[in-house]
C-alpha cells in the first residue's frame, strides 16, 4: 500500500499510560455509536473517562492534579477523538473551564473549585462564546451591573456551553454597560441560572450543548476570577478560540477515517493512492501541531494548523463515506457519523479568517 503501512502509525509521543489510555479508547470506541443515536447524556462515554481520572490531566501538581506536558495532553486529547469525538469535545469544554481557574488560582474560588474537580465533586464547563466568536449584545449578552460595592447582577445568558445541564459550575464571561468585562465562576445552583432544553444538533447531540439563561443572578468578589478589566482578552489564559485543542480533535477523527479506509484499501486498489495521500497530509498536520504544542509556533501558525486539519477533517471522512458506499450512509455505520462530525469544526469556536478561509477553500480557491 504506497510507501505507508497497511495498519498507519498515527500517534508519535510516547505515553507512559499507554495500556490505560487503549482500555479507555477502546471502551469509549464501543459506546460512541450508541450515544450519537440516543442523543441523550451519554454516562457510558463520560462514566469511563472519570473513573480513569481523565479530569485530572490538565490540573497543576499543585492543585492535585497530573501536569500532563503539553504535547502528549494534546495527543491524548486526539486519541480520543479518534474513539469518540462526542467524548473528546466534552472533555474539552470541561479542561477549557480547569485551565481559567487555575490562571485565575490566586483567587480562592478558583482554588475551591478546582480541588472539588480534581476529587470529582464537581463538574465544570466554560460558557465564553458571548465574549469571542458568538458576540451577542442587546437582549442576549451576558451583562452585568453594579449593585453595591463588590456586588453585581447578571442578566442575559451564555449561547452555547456544552454540557449544561450536568454543570456545577459555568467558567463564563459579561460586559459592563461602559464596556469592562469580567470572568466569573458562576454556580449552577445560583438562583436565576437555567438551562434551556439541549440544541437538535446536526451531531454531537450528546454533548447537550443547550444556551444557559441567566436572570437577575446576583455575584460578588469571592465568584469573579479576572476583572473588572476593559480587555479582559488581553489576560492569559481568560478567553481565546481555535486553539491546539480544537485541532486535536479534528486530526483525531481524521484519525479515525483514514485508519478505517486503510483498511478498505487492503482489499481495494482504487482506495491506495487517495489513502496514502490523506495520510501524507494528516502526518504534516500533525507533525505541525506537535511542533505548536512545544512551544515552537506562533499564533499564526495554530491559525495555519486550524484550517489544514478543518479541510483533512472534511477530505478524510467523506472519503471514507464514499468507499463504504451505501453502507456508509446507515445510521449504524461510523462513515455517516464522522462525516456529520467533521461539520463541527466548521463552526465550533470558528473566528472569521478561519471560516473565511473553510468558505474559499469549498468555493475552489486555493488556500495559502
Same mark, same amino acid.
Given at each position: 500500500?504506497?510507501?505507508?503501512? %497497511?495498519? =498507519? !502509525?498515527?500517534?508519535?509521543?510516547?505515553?507512559?499510560?499507554?495500556? +490505560?489510555? @487503549?482500555? *479507555? $479508547?477502546? #471502551?469509549?470506541?464501543?459506546?460512541?455509536?450508541?450515544?450519537?443515536?440516543?442523543?441523550?447524556?451519554?454516562?457510558?462515554?463520560?462514566?469511563?473517562?472519570?473513573?480513569?481520572?481523565?479530569?485530572?490531566?490538565?490540573?497543576?501538581?499543585?492543585?492535585?492534579?497530573? %501536569?500532563? =506536558? !503539553?504535547?502528549?495532553?494534546?495527543?491524548?486529547?486526539?486519541?480520543? +477523538?479518534? @474513539?469518540? *469525538? $462526542?467524548? #473528546?469535545?466534552?472533555?474539552?469544554?470541561?479542561?477549557?473551564?480547569?485551565?481559567?481557574?487555575?490562571?485565575?488560582?490566586?483567587?480562592?474560588?478558583?482554588?475551591?473549585?478546582?480541588?472539588?474537580?480534581?476529587?470529582?465533586?464537581?463538574?465544570?464547563?466554560?460558557?465564553?462564546?458571548?465574549?469571542?466568536?458568538?458576540?451577542?449584545?442587546?437582549?442576549?449578552?451576558?451583562? @452585568?451591573?453594579?449593585?453595591?460595592?463588590?456586588?453585581?447582577?447578571?442578566?442575559?445568558?451564555?449561547?452555547?456551553?456544552?454540557?449544561?445541564?450536568?454543570?456545577?459550575?459555568?467558567?463564563?464571561?459579561?460586559?459592563?454597560?461602559?464596556?469592562?468585562?469580567?470572568?466569573?465562576?458562576?454556580?449552577?445552583?445560583?438562583?436565576?441560572?437555567?438551562?434551556?432544553?439541549?440544541?437538535?444538533?446536526?451531531?454531537?447531540?450528546?454533548?447537550?450543548?443547550?444556551?444557559?439563561?441567566?436572570?437577575?443572578?446576583?455575584?460578588?468578589?469571592?465568584?469573579?476570577?479576572?476583572?473588572?478589566?476593559?480587555?479582559?482578552?488581553?489576560?492569559?489564559?481568560?478567553?481565546?478560540?481555535?486553539?491546539?485543542?480544537?485541532?486535536?480533535?479534528?486530526?483525531?477523527?481524521?484519525?479515525?477515517?483514514?485508519?478505517?479506509?486503510?483498511?478498505?484499501?487492503?482489499?481495494?486498489?482504487?482506495?491506495?493512492?487517495?489513502?496514502?495521500?490523506?495520510?501524507?497530509?494528516?502526518?504534516?498536520?500533525?507533525?505541525?501541531?506537535?511542533?505548536?504544542?512545544?512551544?515552537?509556533?506562533?499564533?499564526?501558525?495554530?491559525?495555519?494548523?486550524?484550517?489544514?486539519?478543518?479541510?483533512?477533517?472534511?477530505?478524510?471522512?467523506?472519503?471514507?463515506?464514499?468507499?463504504?458506499?451505501?453502507?456508509?450512509?446507515?445510521?449504524?455505520?461510523?462513515?455517516?457519523?464522522?462525516?456529520?462530525?467533521?461539520?463541527?469544526?466548521?463552526?465550533?469556536?470558528?473566528?472569521?479568517?478561519?471560516?473565511?478561509?473553510?468558505?474559499?477553500?469549498?468555493?475552489?480557491?486555493?488556500?495559502?
Amino acid at each position: 500500500m504506497g510507501d505507508n503501512a %497497511a495498519e =498507519p !502509525r498515527f500517534w508519535t509521543e510516547i505515553d507512559p499510560l499507554e495500556s +490505560a489510555i @487503549a482500555e *479507555l $479508547t477502546n #471502551a469509549l470506541r464501543e459506546a460512541d455509536g450508541p450515544a450519537d443515536l440516543s442523543g441523550d447524556w451519554p454516562e457510558p462515554l463520560w462514566s469511563p473517562i472519570r473513573d480513569a481520572g481523565v479530569a485530572r490531566w490538565s490540573i497543576p501538581v499543585e492543585h492535585g492534579g497530573e %501536569a500532563c =506536558p !503539553r504535547p502528549l495532553l494534546i495527543q491524548r486529547y486526539a486519541r480520543l +477523538a479518534e @474513539a469518540s *469525538l $462526542t467524548s #473528546a469535545f466534552i472533555l474539552s469544554q470541561h479542561d477549557a473551564a480547569t485551565r481559567r481557574l487555575t490562571a485565575a488560582a490566586d483567587r480562592p474560588a478558583a482554588r475551591d473549585w478546582l480541588a472539588s474537580i480534581v476529587d470529582g465533586r464537581a463538574f465544570a464547563t466554560v460558557g465564553i462564546s458571548q465574549l469571542t466568536t458568538s458576540r451577542r449584545l442587546g437582549a442576549k449578552a451576558l451583562v @452585568a451591573t453594579e449593585i453595591g460595592p463588590g456586588r453585581y447582577r447578571l442578566d442575559g445568558g451564555m449561547p452555547w456551553v456544552t454540557a449544561a445541564e450536568r454543570a456545577d459550575v459555568f467558567i463564563t464571561g459579561a460586559i459592563f454597560d461602559d464596556g469592562r468585562q469580567v470572568l466569573l465562576a458562576l454556580p449552577g445552583d445560583r438562583p436565576g441560572v437555567a438551562v434551556k432544553p439541549a440544541f437538535e444538533l446536526a451531531a454531537l447531540q450528546a454533548s447537550r450543548t443547550a444556551e444557559v439563561v441567566v436572570d437577575g443572578v446576583e455575584i460578588d468578589e469571592a465568584d469573579i476570577l479576572i476583572g473588572p478589566t476593559r480587555d479582559i482578552s488581553s489576560q492569559p489564559g481568560a478567553v481565546g478560540t481555535a486553539g491546539l485543542e480544537t485541532s486535536a480533535l479534528a486530526l483525531g477523527q481524521s484519525a479515525a477515517a483514514i485508519g478505517a479506509l486503510a483498511m478498505l484499501a487492503a482489499d481495494r486498489d482504487d482506495l491506495v493512492e487517495p489513502f496514502d495521500l490523506l495520510f501524507d497530509n494528516w502526518k504534516q498536520a500533525w507533525s505541525s501541531l506537535m511542533r505548536c504544542a512545544r512551544g515552537e509556533g506562533d499564533a499564526s501558525a495554530a491559525g495555519e494548523l486550524r484550517i489544514q486539519a478543518n479541510g483533512l477533517v472534511s477530505r478524510s471522512t467523506q472519503a471514507y463515506l464514499t468507499a463504504r458506499k451505501g453502507r456508509g450512509f446507515l445510521r449504524s455505520d461510523p462513515a455517516q457519523r464522522w462525516a456529520r462530525q467533521a461539520l463541527f469544526f466548521l463552526v465550533w469556536s470558528c473566528p472569521t479568517p478561519i471560516a473565511q478561509a473553510a468558505i474559499r477553500e469549498l468555493a475552489g480557491f486555493c488556500v495559502d
